[in-house]
């Protein structure tokens, strides 16, 4: 069965023609979806019952089942734990600051590419998402947010997976959350994360869409990037660099690196100097996340101290630093910490 969720408006129009349909019931269907919230095609009722039984017999929908959420104890977090049809789980996750509602997404369940600092690429990739389960899990949770007369603001590509790693589907998602007729979230307020596949920032460069995009960087030479990201084998850091620059020229979008600081790995003052020196004059921010902990891994978060001079180091050299306050660490939803849990 296809999934609806899967289709763009553009798609959903072409297999209405295909199928004998009129095209004018595609909007009308995004719009049972996206605007009115309809959880079936039987809500759908400005649709006679012959075409949502055939639409019933063609699409699944919805696709994800909601199992648990979990609140952080300061409320600003919310962790949703998702089954998929073939019973495979994965989370995503509600950060609310201020105004901001920013849905963070996972795209595969599990992850390629085992980064050794991450809870989600511990048992590497299970399989990728579908444009549907990708979709859905903003889906449902701006229509609770609805509830409380408010929306999905923002969206970030940073829950488990590799995005670069599952293109098609995760190209195919932004061009459905971006759409007027689909949940209307600006591309500026729409962010990608990759651990830094190469031909997958080139190729996202050229789409339409110009969202914004962040490298998983955490280090400041290949050797480093080299022991904690087995990635950088294959995408030596230089590369790497350059792609990203040729995105900001191509998209007029600027340029972040996060940066997880992990004691005795990468938190160093002269690990901060070859940083500073490597951005100097370029135009980029560097998020610092100290390191969250992950059940049965070693690494350390460094200390207050270490990582105030780490980002003072920074700075002196000009170069624009944030340093990500974590939301959700006691629920184990902060950065890095999603992972395929059993219940
Ligand atoms: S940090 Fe990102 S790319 Fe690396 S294993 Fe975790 S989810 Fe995958």
Redesign the pocket.
């Known amino acids: 069965m296809k999934e609806i969720c899967s289709f763009s408006l553009k798609d959903l129009k072409v297999w209405m023609e295909e199928n004998g349909e009129k095209a004018f019931r595609a909007p009308q269907i995004f719009d049972w979806i996206y605007a009115k919230d309809a959880q079936n095609f039987d809500a759908m009722t400005n649709m006679s019952k012959e075409f949502r039984a055939k639409l019933a017999n063609e699409f699944s929908f919805p696709v994800l089942k909601l199992l648990k959420t979990q609140e952080s104890e300061d409320l600003e977090t919310i962790k949703y734990l998702w089954e998929l049809p073939d019973q495979k789980r994965v989370e995503s996750v509600l950060i609310m600051s201020g105004d901001r509602r920013t849905v963070c997404i996972s795209c595969q369940v599990g ?1 390629p ?3 050794a ?2 809870a ?2 511990k048992e590497g990739l299970m399989r990728n998402l579908s444009p549907a389960e990708i979709v859905e899990q903003v889906l449902h949770i701006n229509r609770s947010l609805k509830g409380k007369g408010e929306r999905v603001s923002h969206l970030v590509f940073m829950g ?3 995005p670069m790693e599952n293109y098609d589907a995760v190209v195919k998602a932004i061009q459905i959350f971006n759409a007027e007729e689909g949940l209307g979230i600006s591309q500026r307020r729409i962010t990608v ?1 990759t ?1 830094g596949v190469v031909e997958g920032i080139h190729k996202l460069a050229k789409e339409e869409l110009k969202v914004n995009l962040v490298l ?1 960087l955490h280090a400041p030479n290949q050797h480093i990037r080299k022991k904690i ?1 087995p990635y950088a084998r294959k995408y030596p850091f230089e590369e790497v660099i350059m792609a990203m620059e040729a995105y900001s020229r191509e998209t007029k979008r600027d340029i972040t690196y996060e940066y997880t600081l992990m004691e005795g790995i990468n938190d160093r003052p002269q690990h901060a100097e070859e940083l500073a020196q490597l951005l100097s004059g370029k135009q980029c921010t560097v998020n610092l996340i100290p390191y969250n902990p992950v059940d049965g891994l070693r690494l350390q978060r460094p200390k207050r101290e270490a990582i105030e001079e780490f980002r003072e180091i920074l700075e002196q050299a000009g170069i624009n630093t944030t340093w990500r306050y974590t939301k959700g660490k006691d629920i184990a939803a902060a950065c ?1 910490q999603l992972a395929l849990q059993k219940s």
């Open positions: 992850c590419a085992r980064c600092f991450c989600s690429g488990m997976g590799e994360s651990v998983s990201i890095g």
